[in-house]
């Protein structure tokens, strides 16, 4: 189980991977806001910019159930980016098998991954249509070098599969209609 900042670096993965996501940072700004007999604070986790210039402020939690105080937090929280025309994510666990799957995809994220031109054109027609991946790597080529470029291009959502299903050399692979 994922708490504080190992759920906080858990999302980051996962946004950076997400295409929505243009930019991200975090504790970006400090809130504070006046109720009866207090002044509050809350620092949000996370700042996003997606793709259509929206702005998101998140906040990472490692429950399935926010306590009161946090269902509070994010009200107060939410109303503040209404108020400016951005939303508000509580981003809460994730699926472990995706998540193991991601991590490991994670791995294989840096450009140098990539491979050729050449490779990666291969890839995308040994997967045009859903194909094991077992099957698509022999169809391409030497195994120690068309993996990482397979990790890779998955990673990068150049090629698809079903990351919520265990991975494995029978899964199916896809490169996604343009």
Not at 131 to 149: I, K, N, Q, W, Y
């Given at each position: 189980?994922?708490?504080?900042s190992?759920?906080m670096?858990?999302h980051?993965?996962?946004?950076d991977?997400?295409?929505?996501?243009?930019?991200?940072?975090?504790r970006?700004?400090?809130?504070r806001w006046r109720?009866?007999g207090?002044?509050?604070?809350h620092?949000?986790?996370?700042?996003?910019r997606l793709?259509d210039g929206?702005?998101?402020l998140a906040?990472?939690t490692?429950?399935?159930?926010?306590s009161?105080?946090q269902?509070?937090?994010?009200?107060a929280?939410?109303?503040?980016?209404v108020?400016v025309?951005w939303?508000?994510?509580?981003?809460?666990p994730?699926d472990?098998?995706y998540?193991?799957?991601?991590?490991w995809?994670?791995?294989f994220?840096h450009?140098?991954y990539?491979?050729?031109?050449?490779?990666a054109?291969a890839l995308r027609e040994s997967?045009a249509g859903?194909?094991?991946?077992?099957?698509g790597?022999?169809r391409?080529g030497?195994?120690?070098?068309?993996?990482?470029?397979?990790f890779?291009?998955l990673?990068a959502?150049?090629l698809?599969?079903?990351?919520?299903a265990?991975m494995?050399?029978?899964m199916?692979?896809?490169?996604?209609a343009?």
């Amino acid at each position: 189980m994922h708490y504080g900042s190992g759920a906080m670096r858990l999302h980051l993965m996962l946004l950076d991977r997400d295409p929505r996501v243009q930019g991200l940072a975090s504790r970006p700004l400090e809130l504070r806001w006046r109720v009866p007999g207090a002044v509050r604070t809350h620092a949000p986790q996370l700042m996003l910019r997606l793709a259509d210039g929206q702005g998101v402020l998140a906040d990472c939690t490692a429950g399935r159930e926010l306590s009161q105080r946090q269902r509070s937090l994010a009200a107060a929280v939410g109303e503040v980016c209404v108020a400016v025309r951005w939303r508000y994510w509580v981003l809460g666990p994730v699926d472990p098998v995706y998540r193991r799957n991601v991590t490991w995809l994670a791995g294989f994220r840096h450009p140098r991954y990539r491979g050729s031109e050449r490779l990666a054109a291969a890839l995308r027609e040994s997967f045009a249509g859903r194909t094991p991946l077992g099957e698509g790597v022999r169809r391409t080529g030497d195994p120690m070098v068309v993996l990482p470029a397979l990790f890779h291009a998955l990673w990068a959502g150049r090629l698809s599969a079903d990351l919520g299903a265990p991975m494995h050399e029978r899964m199916p692979v896809w490169a996604p209609a343009a």
